[in-house]
């Protein structure tokens, strides 16, 4: 099948999975219009004029030293983290999205990786403990660490205890939140680390209904723009930026903060499992069937797509386009699934 007849074609299941706008595009309802202006020109290593307003506007927003927006997701974002916070050894997650050990190698790092146990009771790995850091910390010295939080399935780190440790040994923390982009705002999601880490990383696409690739680094160390200047492209997309800037925008709203205090209080009144800390990661599980079987029964029964799968568990995704049908939809299909009927 080629690209064009691919996004022809119609998806007949309910997705909870990324990209989170759910394809209803409620926040970027004029994307189609702004794509009509694809212009060219302005070197965004030296955004001057509008894109560095937006960006400072965003750091306004989001209480940073440096706010940029990224074009090529979360995976850009970490790349010039490293590179622009200058750590020649730095520890990563042996279990870490293949982006931090890209990063760490373009930036000529000395890689040392810790592991994490396996979470027997969801068959997961959970984020790293403050005491595990400080143990890793003490043992190796690095210059840096990358830290995920939350993980896919929605466990966070306790972010203020890591900053506190990290600054306190002079170890530089970058935090990869491409799952938490909501978190700034609502005080019910776990705590953002946009303003405790020296780096973070958010993609707008996986849960704040951005479009794919677009996503966000947020800097209290160095100005990121020389490092992402050597990994983007000197022609940027207009339009693709202006979708950040105006899902921001939203985000930061108070129709936008209802909409994201309004998915949380229908999962709940909906009595939705709940595994992780981040209640929009619906995690399930079922005595007696692996997360395998019980995906392929949510797939092939009802219709519904979930977002990442292990041996115990599955994960459905929600974000700011899950309404509150998608999500009695998956009631039910869980229901029946927990009680033999599906
Ligand atoms: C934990 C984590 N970090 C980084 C990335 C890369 O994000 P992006 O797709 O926005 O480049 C992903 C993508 O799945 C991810 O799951």
Known sequence: M????????KNRTTLFTTPSHGGKFFILHKFYQWYKSDIS?????????????????AAKIYGTKYTKFLTNGSTSGIIAAVLASGVKKILI??????????????????????????????????????????????????????ITSPTYEGFTANIEEMSRICREKGVKLIVDEAHGALYPFSDKLPESAVKHADYTVQ??????????????????????????SMINT??????????????????????GRKKINELIENIKSIN??????????????????????????????????DERTNNVST????????????????????????????
């Open 2 to 9: 080629g690209l064009v007849s691919l996004l022809k074609k």
């Open 41 to 57: 020109e302005t070197d965004t290593h030296d955004p001057v004029s509008a894109l560095l307003q937006a960006e400072n506007k």
């Open 93 to 146: 997650w042996d279990k870490a999205h293949p982006c931090h050990k890209s990063a760490a190698k373009l930036a000529g790092c000395e890689i040392i990786e810790y592991e994490l146990p396996l979470d027997q009771e969801w068959g997961v790995y959970r984020a790293i403990t403050p005491s595990a850091a400080a143990e890793y910390l003490q043992k190796y010295s690095p210059e840096g660490i990358i």
């Open 203 to 228: 993609s707008l696409h996986k849960t704040a209904g951005g479009l794919n690739p677009t996503a966000l680094l947020h800097s209290n160390d160095n100005d990121p723009s020389e490092a992402l």
């Open 234 to 255: 000197t022609s940027p997309s207009y339009p693709l930026l202006a979708t950040i800037e105006a899902n921001i925008n939203y985000l930061n709203s108070s129709k």
């Open 272 to 305: 939705l499992p709940q595994g992780g800390d981040d209640i929009t990661k619906i995690l399930i599980k079922k005595d007696g069937i692996s997360g395998y079987e019980l995906s392929n029964i949510l797939f092939n029964k009802c219709k519904i797509e």
């Open 315 to 342: 994960m459905l995704l929600t974000g700011i386009g899950t309404d509150k049908k998608m999500l009695m939809r998956l009631k039910k299909a869980i229901e029946g699934i927990y009680n033999g009927k599906n």
